[in-house]
C-alpha cells in the first residue's frame, strides 16, 4: 500500500494517476474528500490531517510506502508523519524537497527543506529523496493579472531558469515509490530548457492565441502582493522575495540530465504543457 500525502496538489493529483494506471495499491490522504472527486476512484481516500496526529493512525495503517510532499513553512507536519510512519512500519519514503537545499549559502525556502530532509533521515527509514527546481505550474500564478488587464508580472528579469513539468516529477516518484534501487538517492529534477519570463510568456501567448505583455516589477514585493493579495505571512514573504533575487541573478539557468536518465526520455517541454493547459488562461 502506497500513502499519498499532497494528493490534491500539481505534483501529487499526476502521482495518483500514474500510480493508479500501474495497478499499484493507493490510498490518498485528504482533509476534504470533495477536493479528490477527480482522482482515479480506485484510489482508497482516508480523511486526515498532518497538522491533527490522532487522525494519522488509521491514515497510516498498512502502509508500507509512502510519498511525503508537506507545505508552507516549518517541520511539524513532517515529524508527525514521520511518527505516523515509524509506527505503522513504513519501509520506504519518498520525499518531495527543493533543489533550494543546494543553495550556497543556503536561502530560507532551502532551509526549511533541509530541516525536513535531515528529520526523515534520522527516522531511520530508507528515503528517496527529491529535489525539483521551478514548476511549470508557477505559471498558474500569472492567472489574475493575465485574466484581468492581459499581463504577466516579472520578477526574475534577465534570471533564467529551467522549469519542470510536475508530470515528471510524478514519474520520478513513481519509480521510487515502485522500484528498488532509488533508497538513499537524491535527484535533483529540473527540465531541459532555459527561460527567462519574457520568454516564457512568449509561449503561452502563442498557445492561448493572445498577446501577452511582460512588466518587469520594481520591487519583488510588488509580485508578494500580487500573489497573496490578503497579506503573506512575513517569513514567508521575506523567503520568496529572496528566491527572486536569487533568481534574477542566474543568468544562466541551473538544469539537470536527471529526468532523462532514470525515465529514459526527455521531460516534457513547456510548449506542451502550455497547450495542455490553455483553458486555464482562457477562460474567465
Given at each position: 500500500?502506497?500513502?499519498?500525502?499532497?494528493?490534491?496538489?500539481?505534483?501529487?493529483?499526476?502521482?495518483?494517476?500514474?500510480?493508479?494506471?500501474?495497478?499499484?495499491?493507493?490510498?490518498?490522504?485528504?482533509?476534504?474528500?470533495?477536493?479528490?472527486?477527480?482522482?482515479?476512484?480506485?484510489?482508497?481516500?482516508?480523511?486526515?490531517?498532518?497538522?491533527?496526529?490522532?487522525?494519522?493512525?488509521?491514515?497510516?495503517?498498512?502502509?508500507?510506502?509512502?510519498?511525503?510532499?508537506?507545505?508552507?513553512?516549518?517541520?511539524?507536519?513532517?515529524?508527525?508523519?514521520?511518527?505516523?510512519?515509524?509506527?505503522?512500519?513504513?519501509?520506504?519514503?519518498?520525499?518531495?524537497?527543493?533543489?533550494?537545499?543546494?543553495?550556497?549559502?543556503?536561502?530560507?525556502?532551502?532551509?526549511?527543506?533541509?530541516?525536513?530532509?535531515?528529520?526523515i533521515r534520522a527516522s531511520?527509514?530508507?528515503?528517496?529523496?527529491?529535489?525539483?527546481?521551478?514548476?511549470?505550474?508557477?505559471?498558474?500564478?500569472?492567472?489574475?493579472?493575465?485574466?484581468?488587464?492581459?499581463?504577466?508580472?516579472?520578477?526574475?528579469?534577465?534570471?533564467?531558469?529551467?522549469?519542470?513539468?510536475?508530470?515528471d516529477i510524478a514519474a520520478?516518484?513513481?519509480?521510487?515509490?515502485?522500484?528498488?534501487?532509488?533508497?538513499?538517492?537524491?535527484?535533483?529534477?529540473?527540465?531541459?530548457?532555459?527561460?527567462?519570463?519574457?520568454?516564457?510568456?512568449?509561449?503561452?501567448?502563442?498557445?492561448?492565441?493572445?498577446?501577452?505583455?511582460?512588466?518587469?516589477?520594481?520591487?519583488p514585493q510588488e509580485v508578494?502582493?500580487?500573489?497573496?493579495?490578503?497579506?503573506?505571512?512575513?517569513?514567508?514573504?521575506?523567503?520568496?522575495?529572496?528566491?527572486?533575487?536569487?533568481?534574477?541573478?542566474?543568468?544562466?539557468?541551473?538544469?539537470?540530465?536527471?529526468?532523462?536518465?532514470?525515465?529514459?526520455?526527455?521531460?516534457?517541454?513547456?510548449?506542451?504543457?502550455?497547450?495542455?493547459?490553455?483553458?486555464?488562461?482562457?477562460?474567465?
Amino acid at each position: 500500500m502506497i500513502l499519498v500525502t499532497g494528493a490534491t496538489g500539481n505534483v501529487g493529483r499526476e502521482l495518483v494517476r500514474q500510480l493508479a494506471a500501474q495497478d499499484a495499491e493507493v490510498r490518498i490522504l485528504v482533509r476534504d474528500p470533495a477536493r479528490a472527486a477527480a482522482l482515479p476512484a480506485r484510489a482508497e481516500r482516508v480523511v486526515a490531517d498532518l497538522d491533527d496526529p490522532a487522525t494519522l493512525t488509521p491514515a497510516f495503517a498498512g502502509v508500507d510506502r509512502l510519498f511525503l510532499l508537506t507545505p508552507g513553512i516549518g517541520t511539524e507536519q513532517t515529524a508527525r508523519a514521520i511518527a505516523a510512519a515509524r509506527a505503522a512500519g513504513v519501509s520506504r519514503i519518498v520525499h518531495l524537497s527543493s533543489f533550494n537545499v543546494l543553495g550556497d549559502p543556503m536561502p530560507a525556502m532551502g532551509r526549511w527543506h533541509h530541516e525536513r530532509e535531515e528529520a526523515i533521515r534520522a527516522s531511520g527509514i530508507p528515503a528517496t529523496i527529491l529535489r525539483p527546481g521551478g514548476f511549470m505550474t508557477n505559471a498558474f500564478d500569472w492567472l489574475p493579472t493575465i485574466h484581468e488587464e492581459g499581463f504577466i508580472l516579472d520578477p526574475a528579469g534577465p534570471g533564467r531558469f529551467a522549469p519542470i513539468d510536475p508530470a515528471d516529477i510524478a514519474a520520478v516518484a513513481a519509480l521510487a515509490l515502485t522500484e528498488d534501487g532509488h533508497q538513499g538517492q537524491e535527484y535533483v529534477l529540473t527540465g531541459e530548457e532555459t527561460f527567462t519570463v519574457t520568454e516564457q510568456a512568449r509561449i503561452l501567448a502563442e498557445a492561448i492565441g493572445r498577446p501577452l505583455e511582460v512588466r518587469e516589477v520594481a520591487t519583488p514585493q510588488e509580485v508578494v502582493r500580487a500573489r497573496f493579495p490578503h497579506g503573506a505571512p512575513p517569513a514567508l514573504a521575506e523567503a520568496i522575495i529572496e528566491g527572486f533575487t536569487l533568481m534574477r541573478a542566474d543568468t544562466t539557468g541551473f538544469r539537470t540530465d536527471t529526468v532523462r536518465r532514470l525515465l529514459g526520455r526527455a521531460p516534457g517541454t513547456f510548449a506542451d504543457w502550455c497547450a495542455r493547459n490553455t483553458a486555464a488562461f482562457t477562460a474567465r
